[in-house]
């Protein structure tokens, strides 16, 4: 057990209904939509939540503080979140809780096999459902002692942080590049539109990811970004 996890279980006060009283969870999430979601499960969990959105910015969070919970996207900007994965199972010490997140439930063995110690596949909204995954991650000796309060919330992020995605994906689409910034886009906005329960958006961005070269395509995911962004939060 990691030093940190020690100070944690000493100082950490019983809670049956913050379950994850004390604990800091770092999120390595791209999409604002998804981490909006996940800062209210922790706050409603009573764990502290900092955010990376790339893989760079998460190992600069890493060399200077250990978080008790990881929570990480396997698509994210600038490689693939299995690399993370892999790399803080084997460190030590070790992050008590690595949990691996997509929107594709194929990936759960890909995210277990790199060192995972569970997975939450997106869109991950139920509170009890999430507190249910860190808890069993846990050690026995750092879970909260007696009964539990089961919440059966679910969670709704606020549309702003979904507006913000979109406008990046835009950006993305909008700006010359090549088929992987297109391919980028296309998981990104899958994932996005998951969270958000679009079908659409999520059935046209999963048509460009099977064919990113496709002008039409994408042209036309374009197009239902920039008509999601002109309805603001209405859609």
């Known amino acids: 057990m990691t030093d940190d996890l020690n100070d944690f279980i000493a100082l950490r006060p019983a809670s049956g209904h913050r379950p994850l009283q004390g604990l800091t969870v770092l999120v390595v999430e791209d999409s604002r939509f998804a981490c909006e979601a996940m800062r209210l499960l922790c706050l409603r969990s009573g764990a502290r939540i900092r955010r ?32 993370l994965i892999a790399d803080l199972a084997r460190a030590v010490p070790r992050v008590p809780v690595i949990l691996g997140t997509s929107g594709s439930s194929e990936l759960r063995d890909e995210a277990l096999a790199a ?24 050690p026995a000796e750092a879970r909260p002692f007696g009964l539990r309060a089961v919440h059966d ?13 979109l406008k990046e994906a835009a950006g993305i689409l909008a700006a010359p590049g090549d088929a992987s910034r297109i391919a980028y886009a296309a998981q990104f906005l899958s994932g996005v539109a998951l969270s958000a329960h679009d079908d ?4 046209a961005a ?18 239902m970004v920039h008509d999601r962004l002109a309805a603001g939060t209405r859609f």
């Open 115 to 138: 060192g995972a110690d569970d997975f939450l596949e997106k869109p991950i909204e139920s509170l009890a459902a999430f507190q249910d995954v860190v808890l069993r991650a846990l």
């Open 52 to 83: 990376a959105d790339c893989l760079r910015s998460a190992r600069r969070h890493l060399a200077t503080y250990r978080p008790a919970v990881i929570v990480v996207d396997l698509g994210l900007p600038d490689g693939s979140g299995l690399d």
């Open 153 to 165: 919330e679910t969670i709704r992020p606020d549309p702003l942080a979904l507006q913000d995605d």
């Open 206 to 223: 999963r048509a460009v990811a099977r064919n990113r070269d496709a002008a039409p395509e994408v042209t036309r995911l374009a197009g």
């Open 200 to 203: 659409a958006l999520e059935d």
